[in-house]
C-alpha cells in the first residue's frame, strides 16, 4: 500500500518524516520529493486560455476614461475645442495610469517573499500500518492525502 501527501517545505515536513522513522517506518520506504516552481514573467497581454492575474490596462483605462472627461468639459473654454483636448486627455490618462500600474507591479513583485514550493511525499507501507502513516501527515499539516492500494 502506499499512502501519498503533499506539504509546504518547512519543518512541519521534516517532523512528519522523523515521526514516520519513529513509528518504525523505513527510511527506504519514504520518498519525498520536492517541486520546482517556475519563475515566469508576467506577460503584458492575457488570452482567454490564460491569465496571470495582473493587469496593466485597469488604472490607464480609468484614468484615461476620466482624463477624457475632463478635457471635454474644459475644452469648450480652451482654445482646441472638447474634441482634441478630449482626445489628448485619453491618452495623457492612459499614460499615466499605465505608469502607475506598472510601477505598482513592480513594487509589489519586490515586497513579496518568495513562494513556497510543494513537497510530495510517498510512503510504502502495510495494510495495518497505513491508518497511523495518515494520521501522523495529517498532525503534521498535510495539505492533501491519499491511500493506494497495490493491486
Known amino acids: 500500500m502506499h499512502v501519498i501527501a503533499s ?14 522513522e519513529d513509528i518504525g517506518i523505513r527510511r527506504e520506504h519514504i ?19 490564460r491569465s496571470d492575474g495582473l493587469s496593466l490596462f485597469d488604472a490607464g483605462a480609468v484614468l484615461g476614461t476620466v482624463c477624457m472627461l475632463f478635457g471635454c468639459i474644459y475644452g469648450f473654454v480652451l482654445t482646441w475645442g472638447p474634441i482634441l483636448w478630449g482626445l489628448i486627455g485619453l491618452f495623457a490618462g492612459f499614460a499615466v495610469g499605465l505608469v502607475l500600474d506598472i510601477w505598482i507591479s513592480r513594487r509589489r513583485r519586490k515586497g513579496r517573499a518568495r513562494s ?16 497511523r502513516v495518515e494520521e501522523v501527515l495529517w498532525l503534521h499539516q498535510a495539505l492533501g492525502l491519499a491511500r493506494v492500494d497495490e493491486t
Open 31 to 49: 520518498f519525498a520529493v520536492p517541486l520546482r516552481t517556475r519563475r515566469k514573467e508576467p506577460q503584458l497581454f492575457d488570452t482567454i486560455r
Open 116 to 131: 513556497v514550493s510543494d513537497v510530495f511525499v510517498l510512503v510504502r507501507c502495510g495494510r495495518e500500518e497505513a491508518a
Open 7 to 20: 506539504f509546504e517545505h518547512g519543518t512541519e515536513l521534516e517532523l512528519a518524516l522523523a515521526q514516520l
